[in-house]
């Protein structure tokens, strides 16, 4: 947001409101200076309008406090006779400009506390509701309601890949919690409801980006940590074609595998930080070649051991515990991983940093890291406050969380290294980030293909699988009743 954006917000957002609600305070001859405090001119609404005191608590309870922030503002207007619905709902909605124009308007005047019976009975007529317009309210307040459950408690979502896969598996439908990192306030608030980014069937935008908010999270219960199922914004859908403000990147769900300031690798597909082994997830697999005595392995064979094909009957994708099991049938002569081995380079540059070089990277050639996917790193974590020395190794490493994530201008003249037009050869990071892995090593795009996950994209942790649909089974056997319920490890 650039400073003009910045001036038309703070003037259409604040002060356009606070000045009509100056007027609407001293026509209930109350100081008018009241109304530039936060949460207290709420205090005196809520006194103007004789709700009890008690109500001003709920104000202090995150998700609650927005619905109970719109029934104070509800109940004040109606005690200047403002009781149709399209009038609170422009009291709310348009406030820059209803809020002065009814301060300034003589004929608008305080008529008493909208709460109180004595009201209520002068009123009736007035206030009596059709029932069209009850409907319409309970509409409004359940996806009110629903949309407040959304944003600041739990989220429903769904496994979309085997990314995860054999902990998560295709067709698990989860329950998120925002309560535990702490809900991430909407950054892109002016949203049509429960679309994430883009409207069902015509397929256009779901939000408008002309208003963006600062990144804000609520205090949590705990930080990320290694080894949780977290849901966060897709980094990438930063980039062009999309361009999407970071709450409306596309959700994904990995295993987190670093934590800000460690220093992580890969050696022969098992994950090192800190320089000890990180404990492997219950679920993980990858693939296996193996060759047999003539005989083909028996498919129910490949069901009961979860071994996935995927075209390739002598290339499949299993857990550690399932080779082992196949390496002691008879018709098994040899069988091992497939990987990457150490020093050697994806051949097609498809790893981090090769693989989404972007701003001053593109057009130049990045050091050969000698990184695959089996064999990645070591590579330290940014951490919020650290500081990294930038030269030719480090640079590509970390100009994206410089440039694209912390919103920095990032040029390169000749071998000068320049942020916001000065010359460094320092970086001193803003955020926290993390790496994230899918358990499904050979079939997960992951951090070891674009980087860092920064904090403000962290939108939650997976608790458990409430549904979990078969899409290949039977009729009958759809529902996965074995997994309902089930905790996420």
């Given amino acids: 947001m650039n400073i003009v954006e910045f001036v038309i917000a703070l003037i259409i957002l604040i002060i356009l409101p606070c000045i009509g609600?100056?007027?609407?305070?001293?026509?209930?001859?109350?100081?008018?200076?009241?109304?530039?405090?936060?949460?207290?001119?709420?205090?005196?609404?809520?006194?103007?309008?004789?709700?009890?005191?008690?109500?001003?608590?709920?104000?202090?309870?995150p998700g609650i406090n927005f619905l109970v922030a719109i029934g104070i503002n509800i109940d004040?207007?109606?005690?200047?006779?403002?009781?149709?619905?399209?009038?609170?709902?422009?009291?709310?909605?348009l406030s820059f400009i209803y809020i002065p124009k009814w301060g300034f308007d003589k004929e608008t005047k305080y008529l008493g506390p909208s709460a109180s019976l004595d009201f209520k009975e002068k009123y009736?007529?007035?206030?009596?509701?059709?029932?069209?317009?009850?409907w319409t309210e309970a509409i409004i307040f359940a996806v009110l309601a629903a949309t407040l459950i959304r944003t600041f408690f739990i989220?429903?979502?769904?496994?979309?890949?085997?990314?995860?896969?054999?902990?998560?598996?295709?067709?698990?439908?989860?329950?998120?919690?925002?309560?535990?990192?702490?809900?991430?306030?909407?950054?892109?608030?002016?949203?049509?409801?429960?679309?994430?980014?883009?409207?069902?069937?015509?397929?256009?935008?779901?939000?408008?980006?002309?208003?963006?908010?600062?990144?804000?999270?609520?205090?949590?219960?705990?930080?990320?940590?290694?080894?949780?199922?977290?849901?966060?914004?897709?980094?990438?859908?930063?980039?062009?074609?999309?361009?999407?403000?970071?709450?409306?990147?596309?959700?994904?769900?990995?295993?987190?595998?670093?934590?800000?300031?460690?220093?992580?690798?890969?050696?022969?597909?098992?994950?090192?930080?800190?320089?000890?082994?990180?404990p492997n997830p219950p679920g993980e697999q990858i693939d296996y070649s193996y060759t047999t005595t003539g005989m083909e392995l028996n498919p129910q064979i490949k069901e009961d051991l979860k071994i996935s094909d995927y075209g390739n009957v002598n290339y499949s994708t299993m857990t550690k515990e399932s080779a082992n099991t196949l390496k002691g049938y008879s018709n098994i002569k040899s069988i091992s991983p497939n990987i990457s081995p150490k020093g050697v380079s994806d051949p097609n540059n498809a790893v981090f940093p090769n693989k989404y070089p972007i701003g001053v990277l593109q057009d130049?050639?990045?050091?050969?890291?000698?990184?695959?996917?089996?064999?990645?790193g070591p590579i330290?974590?940014?951490?919020?406050?650290?500081?990294v020395k930038l030269d030719g190794m480090t640079f590509p490493l970390y100009e994206r969380c410089i440039e694209v994530y912390e919103n920095n201008k990032v040029e390169i003249s000749g071998n000068d290294i320049l942020i916001n037009g000065k010359k460094t050869?320092?970086?001193?990071?803003?955020?926290?980030?993390?790496?994230?892995?899918?358990?499904?090593?050979?079939?997960?795009?992951?951090?070891?293909?674009?980087?860092?996950?920064?904090?403000?994209?962290?939108?939650?942790?997976?608790?458990?699988?409430?549904?979990?649909?078969?899409?290949?089974?039977?009729?009958?056997?759809?529902?996965?009743?074995?997994?309902?319920?089930?905790?996420?490890?």
Wanted: one cysteine or more; proline letters at 6%; charged letters at 25%.
């Fill in 21 to 61: 609600l100056w007027k609407l305070f001293e026509k209930a001859s109350q100081p008018g200076w009241k109304s530039l405090i936060p949460l207290y001119n709420l205090y005196v609404m809520l006194r103007l309008s004789g709700r009890p005191n008690w109500w001003a608590i709920l104000l202090l309870l």
């Fill in 124 to 134: 009736k007529k007035s206030l009596k509701k059709s029932s069209s317009r009850e």
């Fill in 425 to 489: 050869d320092t970086y001193t990071f803003k955020m926290n980030y993390y790496w994230m892995m899918g358990d499904n090593r050979h079939d997960s795009e992951d951090s070891r293909f674009w980087g860092f996950v920064p904090e403000d994209h962290i939108v939650g942790k997976a608790l458990f699988i409430w549904m979990s649909m078969d899409e290949n089974g039977s009729f009958l056997n759809k529902i996965r009743w074995s997994r309902l319920f089930r905790g996420v490890n």
């Fill in 76 to 93: 004040f207007i109606k005690s200047y006779g403002k009781f149709s619905l399209r009038e609170q709902a422009a009291f709310i909605l």
């Fill in 380 to 387: 330290i974590i940014p951490k919020k406050g650290w500081t």
């Fill in 364 to 376: 130049r050639k990045l050091p050969d890291y000698k990184w695959n996917v089996d064999n990645f």
């Fill in 155 to 278: 989220e429903a979502y769904t496994i979309p890949t085997p990314s995860m896969e054999r902990s998560l598996l295709v067709g698990d439908f989860l329950f998120v919690s925002k309560v535990n990192y702490g809900a991430r306030l909407p950054e892109t608030p002016i949203a049509f409801p429960f679309a994430h980014h883009t409207m069902p069937l015509i397929n256009t935008k779901a939000y408008w980006d002309g208003l963006e908010l600062p990144y804000y999270r609520l205090p949590g219960l705990s930080d990320v940590k290694k080894g949780d199922v977290v849901v966060f914004n897709y980094p990438m859908d930063a980039d062009s074609p999309l361009n999407r403000p970071v709450d409306k990147r596309e959700n994904y769900i990995k295993r987190c595998q670093g934590a800000p300031g460690d220093t992580l690798s890969v050696v022969d597909a098992q994950v090192y930080v800190n320089g000890k082994a990180a």
